[in-house]
């Protein structure tokens, strides 16, 4: 026939009229047709095919269509049958109901017809549970659920993909070809995916739940077109590309299988994958119904209007027409073509240009930042996380990357959920190298494996200090803690905490542990413990603050007070083991060998003991020997000078006087890995010590020694059992050094830096004048602290804020039955105090004559955020302190806010409160704030307020008002009265008002510049305002200011260093902490943890040993047996002559700012000074940082002569500050000593 004749090949057969020559049973009707248009069925001799090459197209397409409506309509049918069959059996059941009503007495009948009923329901019960157990089973196998449930699933799909490609191979040949099934392996090969697929077809038909819906489902859809025409093929013996490319429409599955292998896990990448598989499969499938029709042509045309198209030209004529281009190279030329074409436009143009879009910002809003961590053989990585920012991230890697920390082999990977902003995808790129930035959250662990989290030597938890809720924060972090201690509980975290209250939280945690190197770093605990510390001595805040932050050395040629500071700026905190040669030598002999030859300061040493504990031991005295393995903590300018230390050898370096040239060399020495891991029983011995108890010790036998330093000033350094310690007496000897130096006058030092000889005796007549008082008696009252005053008035003794009766003091400090003391015998205890007893008004502040105290100017209200003012004054209540010393503290703010902190302040003596604000000039001068030792500006308010320029506004306005103020001279006179040294009732007209006794009266400060300040900033470039008359640049680094310098500034951004610090060496947290929070263990932390309050306990000799730790003090040069070396001596000659002598530490030197100039100035100002050189000259005015030890004997004497002077009439006269002055000498004395007191000199001017 001419329409068999007519027949196309794919791909561009080549028209063969040769062919319909060659079969002379042609009809002479195709004779007159053009040759070009004559089409056969391709013949080969081994397929015996139709002779006269007839098309069977339309089997193939029957076959499919057989299958689809036979099916629906037996399902239909199915459905009418069982509808009539439950409305009849509907209708049975009412007539018999309707029967049994109106036969009421046909009992008999009812019985049969309800026997019946019952055993046609066990019947369709058995049948019910029989088929619902094989739908169940069919269910199981399709869904996924199980493991041979997801095989068969994934399967389903690979086949179907195969069968995909094996129709791409065969559109390479003609529409329809004869292909021998036992031949073509193409055909077997999709005969047998199309049996499998016919298999998982029934296991879905009988699980489906709705037979009718499954039936019209597209995968069963693909199934019908898809599976009956091969089994034609194989039947006919030839083959028909047909409706194959339909297996396409499986591509929307391929989410699914991803999503079944546990491979798409976000809703992002599912969706993405939705979107590419729904267009991709659309866009395939509609190709090949494009290639099937053009290639066959229009049935009605007798298929001659076809054209030869490869199925790949038909994929881009279908991207052409979506993309609306529609270049014209590729068109459709049949009508069935065109009329695809038309309605295609319209899905495919909206689906293209809602698709596509969504899937390039899919594409595009991929996190730039999602990958994983491929961790590098033989390097550490580190994983820092919180409070990701250019500031926080800047400041962290300026300090652990610096090049004084030797060479850092650690990788650094930040990981947070928001992506960097442009300057800190900078920042990040500079340090490519080290540093990689993933976006995630810690409290995913997902994000947590991207990160190999278990492998990483640490992870860092960084805190928003700025931030308006700290206690939200901190439980933000906290929650970081617990999600990566759940994902690996070994991991070693240093988190950063706001709020000291919240440590405690950390405790919950099972796998949290401080001794595995996990270490919370309160931010709130270290900054009030570094003020703290600048109220016992100035100036340490900054030292501290230089030495664990790492600065690069910045060299200066001018003679100005920066270079000697940025000289020691350069010093930090480093550890390292002991040469075999200091094995047996005396801590003391060790530092001063470590000093003089190796140009190294040490400060303490690491002790660790039988029982695997360590402690850290600070200036620990001559009775500490030196054994094998120990870890030495030093002062230096880098880590390889430190190495000096390891490396000395006594028989190679004894005689080489260049440090430098102190390398390691080939003399045999211990492993250090195991000297530190076991120390030999007993290494540290105890000479000269004997156990005492301070609690009905005979004092009177002892004599008593001149105190070198002023205790009033001082640090805390602990051990961190110091139980295992004696208290160690001075000896003898050196109590004889100690009295036999002569005292010295220090007219031109300020007040504080004072000292006044404890062995001077006033007789009471002393204090009788003729003249009338200038203070009235209740001043005086106030004045003296006791109530025994014949001049005092009985109504005034119902409130005492600041200090007991001097008698009832002493009596309760040596009773054994009064807690005096916290439980832990770390910081001085009284019971729980009401917060009326201790508020004071303005009048009564005024009465007090306050001095040597301490006053603490606080910003806040009812909403402000607590932050934690017991952390300001726990290190100015340790108990290495005695009573007598402790400084009275005086808080001048709102009440509304004091009185939320006041429960944890409640337990602390000396403490009183004047309601008020610090900006009123009138609460100031009330508590004498121009005699106080200190005075600190705090505000509760800074983090509410988003401009940064004005967060510290408040802090610096009441540093510029007491700056500003002017104080009238005549305080001094009251001063003097509250110092116990001018007598009440003097004139100061009287030429008595002159010096008593060969002390000089101390000139009072009368102008605000000049009273000893510090204050709290949060944003760094405010300092400039504190100081106007300094000329430091707004852009300079806050440890380059003036006041920074000097001591008067301090800012929490300098505690970011202690974060690498710790990772680094966990023992200098341990030191830092240690020093400023007057002697925090853990286990005082769990302590407040359990009852957020100190609980009193019985002074015991474990308890009163605990006060035995040493403290930083400064020591004035001006007079003293350091006198000779304070007017161009040597620090080192200083350095020796103070550790052999006394056994003190000298560590930096707090210089006037100006005592470079060869003129004289008025400048009070002075500077810190860290670990100068041995040659560094002295100059007299110069404050030297020492550590000092524990002063026994300090509270015995007092103690001594408070009971001598018991019933005295001066004892009355006592002030509120740290001196007393028994009245014991008579009356004859007064003129001899006046007489004398310009020969008279101190022994040590102290602080």
């Known amino acids: 026939m001419a329409l068999g004749n007519r027949s196309e090949g794919l791909g561009g057969i080549a028209i063969m009229s040769a062919i319909n020559s060659n079969h002379p049973n042609s009809e002479p009707s195709s004779a007159h047709l053009p040759k070009a248009d004559a089409f056969i069925i391709p013949v080969t001799m081994e397929v015996p095919c139709d002779s006269r090459g007839q098309r069977m197209w339309w089997a193939f397409l029957a076959s499919s269509m057989v299958t689809f409506f036979g099916g629906l309509f037996i399902i239909l049918l199915w459905r009418t049958l069982k509808y009539l069959w439950t409305v009849c059996c509907h209708c049975g059941v009412k007539n018999k109901e309707a029967q049994k009503v109106t036969n009421g007495g046909g009992n008999q009948s009812d019985v049969d017809y309800k026997n019946a009923d019952e055993k046609e329901e066990t019947v369709a019960t058995a049948e019910v549970g029989w088929m619902t157990s094989v739908k169940d ?35 390479s040949n003609p529409i329809e070809s004869c292909q021998h099934f036992y031949k073509d392996f193409t055909l077997q090969i999709d005969m047998a995916f199309n049996i499998f697929f016919l298999l998982y077809f029934g296991l879905r038909f009988i699980a489906a739940n709705d037979k009718l819906w499954f039936w019209l489902e597209v995968n069963s859809v693909v199934d019908f077109f898809t599976v009956p025409p091969v089994f034609v093929s194989v039947y006919l013996s030839r083959s028909w590309l047909g409706l194959r490319f339909l297996r396409a429409l499986r591509l929307i599955q391929f989410s699914e299988i991803l999503q079944f292998l546990n491979i798409l896990k976000t809703s992002n990448s599912i969706k993405l994958v939705n979107l590419c598989s729904i267009f991709i499969s659309t866009w395939l499938t509609a190709a090949g119904f494009i290639h099937l029709v053009e290639n066959s042509g229009d049935p009605w045309e007798n298929f001659k209007n076809n054209q030869a198209l490869t199925y790949w030209e038909c994929v881009y004529l279908l991207m052409v027409t979506m993309s609306t281009v529609g ?35 899919l594409i595009g809003n991929r996190k730039k930042y999602g990958g ?207 040469s075999s040669a200091f094995v047996g030598l005396s801590f003391p002999a060790v530092c001063e060998l470590c000093f003089v030859k190796l140009k190294l300061l040490m400060i303490a040493i690491e002790y660790k003991s039988e029982k695997g504990e360590s402690r850290i031991l600070i200036n620990p005295g001559n009775h500490v020997k030196i054994q094998e393995g120990t870890l030495g903590f030093f002062i230096a300018s880098d880590a390889k000078e430190v190495k000096r230390a390891f490396f000395y050898c006594k028989a190679c370096h004894d005689d080489i006087t260049d440090p430098k040239r102190i390398k390691k060399c080939g003399c045999k020495r211990p492993v250090k890995t195991g000297a530190r891991s076991s120390y030999p029983k007993g290494s540290f011995q105890f000479k000269n010590a004997t156990a005492v108890s301070l609690v009905g010790a005979k004092i009177g036998e002892l004599p008593e020694p001149v105190p070198l330093v002023n205790n009033r000033k001082g640090s805390i350094f602990l051990y961190n059992n110091p139980s295992l310690l004696h208290l160690n007496l001075l000896s003898s000897a050196k109590r004889g050094q100690s009295t036999c130096c002569r005292l010295q006058r220090a007219c031109s030092l300020p007040i504080k830096y004072r000292f006044y000889p404890k062995n001077l005796r006033l007789n009471q007549n002393l204090f009788e004048d003729e003249q009338p008082s200038t203070l009235s008696p209740k001043k005086k009252q106030r004045n003296g602290g006791m109530r025994n005053s014949p001049n005092c008035s009985p109504k005034m003794m119902r409130h005492d804020p600041l200090l007991m009766s001097g008698n009832d003091q002493i009596d309760n400090m040596d009773s054994s039955s009064v807690k005096k003391y916290d439980s832990t015998g770390m910081f001085h205890w009284c019971p729980a105090k009401e917060m009326e007893k201790v508020i004071l008004t ?55 806010y004091l009185k939320r902190e006041w429960e944890t302040l409640h337990n602390f003596p000396k403490v009183s409160i004047l309601p008020g604000t610090p900006l009123s000039r009138a609460d100031l001068r009330a508590v004498n704030i121009n005699l106080c030792d200190m005075c600190v500006i705090l505000s509760a308010n800074q983090n509410n307020i988003d401009d940064t320029s004005l967060q510290d506004k408040e802090c610096i306005l009441a540093s510029l008002n007491i700056k500003s103020m002017q104080f009238d001279d005549s305080i001094g006179v009251l001063q003097a009265n509250s110092q ?22 101390q000139p009072s400060i009368t102008t605000g510049a000049n009273i000893p300040i510090i204050t709290e900033l949060v944003n760094d470039s405010n300092v400039q305002f504190l100081d106007q008359d300094d000329d430091d640049d707004p852009d300079t680094e806050l440890y380059l200011t003036q006041p920074f310098a000097c001591g008067t500034a301090f800012a929490v951004s300098v505690l970011d260093s202690l974060m690498s610090a710790t990772y680094f060496n966990d023992n200098i947290l341990t030191l830092i902490r240690t020093l400023v929070t007057g002697g925090a ?25 605990n006060r035995d730790r040493c403290r930083v003090a400064q020591l004035a040069l001006y007079d003293g047996p350091f006198a000779d070396l304070g007017d161009g001596g040597c620090y080192g000659d200083l350095y020796c002559k103070a550790l052999k002598t006394y056994n003190m530490l000298c560590f930096g030197i707090y210089r006037l700012r100006d005592a470079h100039l060869s003129t004289p100035s008025q400048c009070t100002k002075r500077y810190v000074i860290t670990n100068p050189p041995y040659e560094f000259e002295l100059v007299p005015t110069d404050l030297i940082f020492c550590l000092m030890q524990f002063d026994h004997n300090a509270g015995q004497s007092r103690a001594s002569l408070s009971h001598s002077s018991h019933s005295s009439h001066s004892s009355s006269k006592k002030s509120s500050s740290v001196h007393s002055i028994p009245a014991s000498a008579n009356r004859q004395n007064r003129t001899k000593t006046r007489d004398s007191r310009d020969k008279q000199k101190k022994e040590m001017v102290y602080r």
């Open 980 to 1001: 116990g040294f001018t007598p009440p009732g003097m004139d100061r007209s009287s030429p008595d008002n002159s010096p008593v006794h060969g002390l000089v009266r």
């Open 137 to 171: 089973w069919a269910g199981v196998m399709i869904s996924a659920q199980t493991l041979t449930g997801r095989v068969l699933v994934v399967t389903v799909f690979a086949l179907s993909i195969g069968a995909l490609v094996i129709y791409f191979i065969d559109s």
């Open 842 to 896: 303005r009048s009564e502040a005024a009465m007090t004559v306050l001095s040597g105290h301490v006053v603490v100017c606080i910003f806040g209200d009812v909403t402000s955020a607590l932050i934690g003012l017991r952390n300001l004054v726990m290190p100015l209540r340790a108990s290495n302190f005695h009573y007598h010393e402790l400084k009275p503290i005086v808080f001048v703010g709102a009440l509304e």
């Open 372 to 578: 994983s961590y491929s961790a590098v053989s033989g390097r550490k990585h580190i994983v820092v996380c919180g409070h990701i920012t250019l500031e926080s991230v800047s400041n962290f890697l300026k300090d652990f990357l610096h090049k004084d920390r030797d060479d850092v082999n650690v990788e650094i990977v930040f990981l947070h959920n928001i992506s960097p902003n442009l300057e800190l995808e900078a920042l990040f790129k500079r340090h490519f190298t080290q540093v990689e930035f993933y976006q995630g959250s810690v409290l995913n662990p997902h994000d947590l494996a991207r990160v190999k989290i278990e492998s990483a030597d640490a992870c860092l938890i960084l805190a928003n200090k700025y931030c308006a809720d700290p206690d939200a924060e901190d439980a933000s972090n906290i929650m970081r803690v617990i999600s990566i201690k759940n994902y690996h509980p070994k991991i070693r975290i240093i988190t950063q905490m706001l709020q000291y209250h919240n440590k405690a939280h950390l405790l919950n945690i099972p796998s949290w542990n401080w001794k595995e190197g996990d270490d919370a770093i309160c931010l709130a605990e270290l900054k009030l413990g570094f003020i703290a510390q600048s109220c016992l001595a100035q100036g340490l805040s900054t030292m501290l603050a230089n030495l664990f932050s790492m600065r690069s050395f910045i060299k200066i040629e001018e003679d100005t007070w920066q270079k000697y500071y940025l000289e020691g700026v350069a010093n930090e905190m480093y550890t390292e083991y002991l």
């Open 1081 to 1105: 263990t853990p286990e005082l932390e769990a302590l407040i943890a359990e009852e957020n309050a100190l609980r009193g306990g019985y002074s015991t000799p474990q308890t009163l040993a």
């Open 327 to 361: 270049y014209g190279d590729v068109y459709a030329k049949t009508t069935l073509g065109r009329l695809f074409m038309v309605f295609f436009i319209l899905g495919g143009l909206a689906m293209f240009a809602s698709y596509v879009p969504e899937i390039i910002e």
